[in-house]
Nanobody, 117 residues
Framework: QVQLVESGGGLVQAGGSLRLSCVAS????????MDWSRQAPGTEREFVAG?????????NYADSVKGRFTVSRDSAKNTLYLQMNSLKAEDTAIYYC?????????WGQGTQVTVSS
């Protein structure tokens, strides 16, 4: 069974930075997608950034975070990071990590990010 554990959320002032981590355990995959998404109160969950591994990596971002957020991976630690800079009040949400492979998806419990203006 795959487990994902997010961490790194917290309260930060607008313009500040946070780095989220998502540690995966339980299985290894030769190809997979790992995405960061977020959900603010009263809204639907939205895609933030995605990391694709097919023997090579590709990364994409939602327009709302391009130039401010950066995804990276430490394969030795089975960890995906989301570096968030120049945070805005509208970035406030619960951030989730999701791993998808072979038609199955696994989600973490989420980590709260609150940006005060």
């Amino acid at each position: 069974q795959v487990q994902l554990v997010e961490s790194g959320g917290g309260l930060v002032q607008a313009g500040g930075s946070l780095r989220l981590s998502c540690v995966a355990s339980g299985r290894t995959f030769s190809s997979y997608n790992m995405d960061w998404s977020r959900q603010a109160p009263g809204t639907e969950r939205e895609f933030v950034a995605g990391f694709r591994w097919r023997g090579w990596s590709s990364i994409n971002y939602a327009d709302s975070v391009k130039g401010r957020f950066t995804v990276s991976r430490d394969s030795a630690k089975n960890t995906l990071y989301l570096q968030m800079n120049s945070l805005k009040a509208e970035d406030t949400a619960i951030y989730y990590c999701c791993l998808s492979s072979g038609g199955q998806s696994y989600w973490g419990q989420g980590t709260q990010v609150t940006v005060s203006s």
